[in-house]
């Protein structure tokens, strides 16, 4: 478009020249305003595709922070890897430079030839206002490193604020504060997590079994996995009442059996100091879970698994063949789908996990499998809705470190500021300050 406008502005001026000299000087100050105003810019796209964008994860701290400024964002889907459409302002601009965030600037004419070719029925493309900077929880004991968690560390590294909560807050509805949830990589059995045969002698896991007791009677009760039941029930209202819930790992699995399991014993004698209950397997309702169904739990306490849910076990792909591809989904007709799945390759490296991913064989019919891995058979990144909110599970514990082990050191997300699989993470995080519109999925 600006080419055609220099031609015009040459051939104006070619003209002008013809002009007696009074007349002439008028038009060249009328011509220059008019070409000042024709070059000035309105919007900022922030590029998300491979080859324009250098700092992928950051590009969604300074959308954020745009929001956080009272500014309305538009979100581009499937429009050069789920660009963003940014208010044109000198601190935005300043801003972008500072945290190395790739952007163009573009003129009103430019802009409205992006949204018309995305508006085209043609076109699988949507442009999706995001309207308010949502209030972020992150569910983690307190005192845990920000590296303990993929979603704590890349929130940090993007630059995006989070407040950390735990069993005191959720006990005392304080989730009624904050739009989006990220649960920690929890257990909600009270098994602590599984780890008794490899680690009960270990003096970090005598450390965190003696806390979780000392917080569970603090707060009135006498075993773990009541007070851990109770949590999870409370972020089950949450989400019914609106709230939106992205959980990873352990924290998934764990999660939808103690939701499963309310009312009754699964936890051995070393985990809770009784038995469990008798034909415990039977007593599960799987119509209290969130995502899953028909699955067994695992009754050793000297196995590392919950329960039949996870795939980890059953896994065989070597680490150089481990990716799973993200769904495609009608930008105009399912842009809760498309949003969560925005990224600038469909596939992405796989990662372990205590819960690597799902058997969907255990996945309800009524959520979506956003991310699977076709060769193994397994889903890897879910949706579903439940009440009035939302919930996202995903399965594996860092996108960036193959097998992470306890006690592995950090990712650094400056090495990695393009990954595809933190980029899912952040999907999320965006996801509760859009405009929604119905689902058609």
């Not at 080859?51 to 992928?56: L, V």
């Not at 003696?210 to 996995?225: C, F, H, P, Q």
């Not at 352990?250 to 034909?279: H, K, N, Q, R, Y």
Request: net charge negative.
């Amino acid at each position: 478009m600006l080419i055609y406008d220099n031609i015009f502005y040459t051939l104006l001026w070619l003209k002008i020249c013809t002009f007696p000299r009074m007349i002439q000087r008028i038009l060249i100050v009328l011509l220059f305003l008019g070409c000042s105003l024709s070059a000035s810019a309105s919007y900022i796209l922030i590029p998300m595709d491979a080859e324009g964008q250098k700092e992928h994860l950051k590009a969604y701290g300074i959308t954020y922070w745009t929001l956080e400024k009272n500014q309305k964002v538009k979100w581009l889907l499937n429009y050069r890897g789920g660009s963003f459409l940014l208010p044109d302002a000198e601190e935005i601009r300043k801003e972008c430079q500072i945290r190395g965030v790739s952007f163009e600037i573009l003129s009103d004419s430019k802009t409205e030839q992006i949204l018309l070719e995305i508006s085209s029925p043609s076109q699988n493309m949507e442009a999706v206002v995001l309207e308010k900077a949502p209030r972020i929880a992150v569910y983690s004991p307190k005192g845990n490193q920000p590296w303990d968690d993929a979603v704590t560390m890349v929130l940090t590294y993007a630059e995006i604020p989070y407040t950390v909560v735990y069993d005191e807050e959720v006990l005392s509805d304080q989730l009624l504060l904050y739009d989006w949830l990220h649960v920690h990589h929890e257990d909600f059995t009270g098994q602590y997590g599984k780890f008794y045969r490899a680690y009960r002698a270990a003096p970090w896991y005598i450390e965190e079994k003696r806390k979780a007791e000392m917080l569970a009677n603090k707060l009135g009760y006498d075993k773990v996995s009541e007070e851990k039941r109770d949590v999870a029930l409370k972020i089950r209202d949450y989400v019914i009442g609106g709230g939106f819930m992205f959980a990873m790992c352990s924290a998934t699995d764990s999660f939808d059996i103690a939701l499963a399991a309310e009312g009754v014993d699964i936890c051995e004698p070393m985990f809770d100091g009784d038995p469990s209950e008798p034909g415990y397997q039977s007593k599960i309702d799987y119509n209290k879970t969130f995502a899953f169904k028909e699955f067994i739990l695992e009754r050793s306490p000297m196995v590392y698994e919950y329960s039949s849910i996870d795939m980890t076990r059953k896994r065989r792909i070597p680490k150089e063949t481990d990716y799973f591809s993200l769904m495609d989904y009608s930008a105009k007709w399912d842009p809760i789908p498309c949003m969560l799945v925005q990224n600038h390759t469909a596939l992405v490296k796989g990662f372990m996990g205590q819960t690597t991913s799902y058997d969907p064989n255990t996945v309800k019919a009524n959520v979506l499998v956003m991310g699977e891995n076709k060769t193994n058979g397994e889903a890897r990144y879910i949706h579903g809705i439940k009440g009035k909110g939302f919930f996202t599970f995903y399965g594996g514990h860092d996108p960036e470190d193959y097998q992470h082990r306890v006690g592995d050191a950090k990712t650094e997300l400056a090495l990695h500021p393009n990954s595809p699989g933190y980029r899912l993470i952040l999907n999320n995080v965006l996801f509760p300050a859009a405009k929604k519109k119905k689902q058609k999925t």
